[in-house]
């Protein structure tokens, strides 16, 4: 009897090993397949998708997704490449989620213009030597979680091409999620929509998309890099430029100033200590990043970005960088107005502020002019998601189950996950099993591929147990967040506004 017991136990233990051994090989295979399509996104390309290689590729994943079952009807690929399924649930209270990633590979670090040659290592620990020309070695000291990589897999390119984890890691998961629940329809949970976007690494993979469209109540994007990671926040973002444009009639006096010299003394106000480079953690930024002649008319143009975790500081920033603006400009109209004694045809100098798509005012071709452009890009994801707390303790469960260590971070970025959750749909960015993404030493751990995998599984099972309705209450309980950021005069800007002088002392000393 206890052979009996031993030879069943025996059996059972050698399926589910057997099982996770089939999982880890579609996970590394569809990796390996997607990869070899090469979709790297174009910067200069207006369109969308930017490059065709991601029209190829979403029509495959269209192709595969019926292959699992799921009707023709259920699968669709619009005309920008967005690939869009559902997968039709059996409990009809549950919530309806998305699961994402995204088409296109980073033109950053675009080495070699074609699909890579891939490479899988068996990983019993030590240093990888990826490319010994190109002297591009892994190694345990330099990468955080190769440890954790030991016993499963490690792909790499061969070092001369990207290897695109980012995001074909993520993309694998979720087909192999697709392809589980689809081909088990016994499985209980609610409606499942996958969702694939076009060029994601240059900024336009939600232009696009719509609440409409993803049709989910909860998401998770399968997009970050770090065993277990987390994002629970990003940076609330704004961006902001300043342009200047002289009379074209002004007569050559010292008194008049150049546009490059209205535009340099409108960045000498931003301190280096707050420069990007030089903040990190928790802190927040105020800093420029390009300086260039803008136009055939003598326009010159800076940009600059502002980020910060706080809601309160942010305004601050926003405030503080609005008022070196209009210092500048009263100062460059002043000097105008003093040149105009002595030469009445110079025109007047127009100031205008356009603070998300608002304009003060108008100007024409011909006009001496300074435009000031405040843009709200994206903002702290926290501040929805913590309406929603049932949600968040399901996907903790969720790493609990999978027996995975969950690691939260503070995302010093934004993602898709931040803009789909201010569509309202409370979405979490969620590791993949990717590392050194954007570079030659690339690489991707099957065993945490199959524990991204588990912890979505977890997820979607435990979803399937929730009353959709309550859980949507939650976030109508904590009220809505509107203008979470606002732009300009905020009613405690003083104090706001002191705060922030406080908090970076140093940095702004200089004020």
């Not at 290897?163 to 192999?176: E, F, P, R």
């Not at 979490?428 to 690339?442: A, C, L, M």
């Amino acid at each position: 009897m206890t052979k009996k017991i031993f030879t069943f136990l025996t059996l059972i233990s050698l399926s589910v090993f057997l099982s996770a051994q089939t999982l880890e090989d579609k996970l590394v295979n569809r990796l390996r397949k997607y990869a070899i399509v090469y979709t790297c996104s174009d910067y200069d390309c207006e369109t969308v998708p930017s490059s065709n290689g991601q029209k190829i590729l979403a029509a495959r994943l269209a192709e595969e997704l019926i292959s699992f079952g799921i009707p023709k009807e259920d699968v669709t690929v619009d005309d920008h490449s967005y690939v869009y399924a559902t997968i039709k649930g059996n409990v009809k209270i549950a919530p309806t989620i998305f699961l994402s990633a995204h088409l296109d590979t980073t033109p950053d670090a675009d080495f070699n213009t074609k699909a890579p040659i891939i490479h899988v290592y068996d990983y019993k620990g030590g240093d990888i030597v990826i490319n010994k020309e190109l002297g591009i070695v892994l190694t345990e000291e330099g990468n955080e979680f190769l440890h954790d990589a030991i016993g499963g897999k490690v792909i790499t390119s061969n070092g001369e091409t990207l290897l695109g984890g980012d995001d074909k890691a993520g993309m694998a998961i979720v087909m192999t999620l697709a392809e589980t629940f689809a081909k088990n329809p016994n499985l209980p949970h609610g409606d499942i929509r996958i969702v694939f976007t076009p060029d994601e690494e240059i900024g336009n993979s939600t232009s696009l998309l719509t609440k409409e469209n993803i049709k989910a109540d909860f998401g998770l994007v399968l997009d970050s890099h770090g065993f277990g990671r987390i994002v629970v926040e990003n940076f609330n973002a704004t961006d902001v430029s300043f342009y200047a444009r002289g009379d074209s009639e002004a007569p050559g006096t010292s008194m008049i100033p150049t546009p490059h010299r209205i535009v340099s003394d409108f960045i000498a106000n931003f301190p280096k200590e707050m420069a990007a480079y030089n903040r990190s953690g928790m802190d927040g930024y105020v800093d420029h990043h390009s300086f260039r002649s803008a136009d055939d008319k003598g326009g010159v143009l800076a940009r600059g970005r502002l980020r910060s975790f706080y809601l309160d500081e942010m305004a601050g920033f926003k405030d503080l960088v609005k008022q070196w603006a209009d210092k500048t400009a009263q100062d460059v109209i002043a000097a105008y107005d003093e040149a105009r004694k002595k030469n009445p045809a110079l025109k007047e100098v127009k100031y205008i502020t356009v603070i998300n798509g608002q304009a003060s005012g108008t100007y024409s071709d011909a006009d001496p002019v300074i435009v000031f452009t405040m843009k709200d890009s994206y903002f702290n994801a926290k501040e929805i998601l913590k309406k929603y707390p049932t949600n968040y303790n399901l996907i903790v469960q969720a790493y609990e189950k999978a027996g995975v260590k969950m690691y939260p971070v503070s995302s010093r970025a934004g993602s898709d996950a931040c803009d789909i959750t201010y569509m309202g749909i409370p979405t979490y960015n969620i590791f993949t099993g990717s590392h050194n993404e954007h570079s030659r030493d690339e690489w991707v751990s099957s065993k945490q591929m199959v524990a991204s995998y588990n912890v979505t599984y977890d997820y979607v099972i435990a979803m399937g147990q929730q009353d959709r309705t309550k859980m949507l209450q939650e976030g109508q309980e904590h009220g809505e967040v509107i203008n979470p950021v606002p732009t300009i005069s905020t009613p405690a800007f003083n104090e706001v506004y002191q705060q922030v002088l406080d908090k970076y002392a140093l940095a702004f000393s200089n004020l």
